[in-house]
């Protein structure tokens, strides 16, 4: 069992094309959904779940990130002096919410890669990845339903959800087994032909590991897309040591996309306690 579970990654150096133009010149980790960027959601979900010291994989035109979690002390005196007392509160609140420090991935060279940056920082324990652009509403946040069954069995644990035959395309895909009631997870494929899918169970961007698979990470050759992919590590993981599946209970929205982002918006908007009923009736008067 292993209470210590405090980091998480979240890789940040994608470059947003699913999102172009908007992310020509702003990182799609800052993309409005109501009132906060995208990456504020992930911080929070891992703040939730008892992570609290997050290693940001970054990338060249970044830097908003950066800002967003720093202290803007002109800001703050600006509102302060201002007597803006909320609107101080909420900036400085996250400004100092998390230990935030930045890596760089200096090359686009996939997503296992962009994780294996953050060896050194992460160290030999486990950790948590979180893919932002993945928004998970849900009452009890993604992460921590990771983290019951890593604190249950000390292993690693992938979230999933089950996606329609059609869609698999767009996801790993991980085959699973049961076992004690709980999914073990014995293969993964990197976005597969429906015809080659191994199952219906989609990787939705939220992962607990133990560091062996760092050692893994470092092997992987380049696959699917010509890109060091997680997914291949995480197969091999699978084969040495129980990796678990968890099927997500919330609402999951690939904001990284216009369809999905307007969606997301469109649930915590309407849910908003200010303006929800307003825009609830407004979207219904749509139709
Ligand atoms: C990544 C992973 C994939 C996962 C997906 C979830 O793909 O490689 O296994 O299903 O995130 O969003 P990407 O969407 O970055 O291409």
């Not at 100092?96 to 760089?104: F, I, K, L, T």
């Not at 160290?123 to 928004?135: K, N, Q, S, T, Y």
Request: net charge negative.
């Amino acid at each position: 069992m292993n209470r210590g579970l405090s980091k998480i990654v979240f890789p940040t150096a994608g470059l947003g094309t699913r999102f172009l133009p908007a992310t020509k010149a702003s990182p799609k980790e800052m993309l409005t959904i109501v009132d906060k960027p995208l990456i504020q959601y992930g911080v929070e979900e891992a703040l939730a779940s008892g992570m609290d010291k997050i290693i940001m994989v970054t990338g060249r035109g970044k830097r908003a990130i950066e800002d967003h979690f720093d202290i803007s002390a002109q800001l703050e005196a600006n509102l302060k002096a201002a007597g803006k007392d909320a609107l101080y509160k909420e900036v400085s609140r996250v400004s100092r919410m998390a230990e935030v420090v930045y890596v760089r991935q200096k090359q686009a060279l996939g997503l296992g890669h962009a994780v294996a940056c953050a060896t050194n920082w992460v160290g030999d324990e486990p950790f948590g990845v979180a893919l932002a652009d993945e928004l998970i509403i849900s009452k009890v946040p993604a992460m921590q339903q990771l983290r019951i069954i890593h604190e249950q069995t000390g292993c690693s644990v992938v979230g999933l959800m089950r996606v329609p035959k059609n869609l698999v395309s767009r996801y790993g895909i991980a085959a699973a087994s049961e076992e004690n009631g709980l999914l073990r997870l014995t293969d993964m494929v990197e976005k597969p032909q429906p015809e080659d899918a191994p199952s219906d169970l989609a990787i939705i961007g939220r992962y607990i590991f133990t560091p062996r698979l760092f050692d893994l990470l470092a092997e992987t050759k380049p696959g699917k897309g010509g890109e060091i992919q997680l997914t291949d590590a995480v197969a091999r993981l699978a084969k040495e040591e129980p990796v678990y599946g968890v099927l997500i209970e919330g609402n999951r929205h690939d904001a990284g996309n216009p369809l999905g982002f307007l969606m997301a918006n469109a649930e915590l908007g309407s849910k908003h306690p200010q303006f929800g009923e307003e825009l609830t009736d407004f979207l219904r008067n749509l139709l």
